[in-house]
């Protein structure tokens, strides 16, 4: 495998400039490197040789020289994928992580992770054949429970079973011939808020992340903060109560089992069949089954039922956060991952518990939002994740 990237660290902050905010001029870009013209040029002309950056047109004119745009090449294609517990997503995007195309299908993770990672690999195998090129600059992966980021792999995880170590990582840079990284989702999308979300304002955040695996990221400083052991951010089986509901981990009370989709979903369905929701027993009746997109639409038409479930899971979270923000100290919570329509009633729920339960201290001015980015949070962040790894120095 052919590693392309910068040399120095002058190289890769020239690259994150050019990812982060898009072409610039060469007088802007090497003042705000610090670089004088002579220097400044010899950088250039390493990183357009790798065929990493080029230049765009001519800049609006300052006074006195000409100076011309300069971009991140248009051959940087950055690969990502995002596994979740039925779907699997992959898309391209180009050297500031603008979605291109994308391909997406139903999965089932507990297929193993052979089936899964090669599906990943022959989809982006399309992707890039559809583009025309003949190598990724990089793949960033997403992955729906713990990882272990310098191995590449997944650590133990009741939303992956049978996938504890398998080299995801290793797998995908062997088929497609180029430099991938792994992170779990919720970092990842935490990246995606970072660089193309609300989250781009801020330093400090933290990104929860909702749905059937439930997860949080941590920006600290402008950068994602994974831990010494890549588990920070892991509040999916904190213990809640002694004698909560049953946990896909063995436990019993965790965060997940109470704000997970399966407890909305398993909340709904007694909900149904004890006679306390009529749009959700139609539903049940109509469907076989009720999902946590079901819960929300009844939630979102005014079901009282549906919503009460809704608050209940939102409360419990709400109360996670309490504890979250008064030690950290963010200057944004994010809250995505969520099923589309569900997102006022919880909002609202959570906002509640945090500012009547905080310190002034911890919440005085910290805004609870929704993410903006859907589904999008994930693949952007994913290469992001690929790309903070090939756009630093060797
Ligand atoms: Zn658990």
Known sequence: ??????????????????????????VEL??????????????????????????????????????SLLRIAGQVRFGAVTVRAGQLDVALTDGELAV?????????????????VGRAVDLLGKLR??????????????????????EGAPLPAPALPGWHH???????????????????????????ELHAGTGRAFDDFLYVKLGSAIGCGLVLGGTLYRGATSGAGDIAHLRLTDDGPLCDCGNSGCVEAYCGDGALTREALAAAHGGRSTALAD????AGTLTAADVARAAAAGDPAAQ???????????Q?????????????????????GIGPVLLAEIRGVVYRRSTPLATGSMPIVLSDLDDRAALVGAARLISDQVFAAR
């Open 1 to 26: 495998m052919t590693l392309i990237g910068p040399e120095n660290p002058d190289q890769a902050r020239l690259l994150r400039l050019l990812r982060d905010d898009g072409p610039r001029s060469r």
């Open 30 to 67: 090497a003042d705000a490197l610090g670089l004088n013209r002579t220097r400044f040029i010899a950088e250039v002309d390493r990183l357009t040789a790798q065929g990493l950056v080029e230049t765009a047109g001519p800049a609006a004119s300052r006074g006195g020289r000409r100076s």
């Open 100 to 116: 291109l195309s994308r391909l997406g299908e139903p999965v089932d993770v507990r297929s193993g992770p052979e089936a899964v």
């Open 129 to 150: 054949a559809e583009a025309g090129l003949s190598r990724l600059t990089g793949v960033g992966v997403a992955l729906p429970g713990p990882v272990a980021v310098r």
């Open 166 to 192: 398998f080299p995801v990582r290793d797998a995908i840079a062997a088929e497609l011939g180029c430099p991938v990284q792994v992170d779990n989702d919720a970092n990842v999308m935490a990246l995606g």
């Open 283 to 286: 539903r049940l009746a109509e």
């Open 308 to 318: 009460t479930l809704v608050r209940d899971g939102a409360r419990r979270l709400g």
């Open 320 to 340: 996670v956060l309490v504890g979250l923000v008064s030690f950290f100290n963010p200057a944004i919570v994010i809250i995505g991952g969520a099923a589309p």
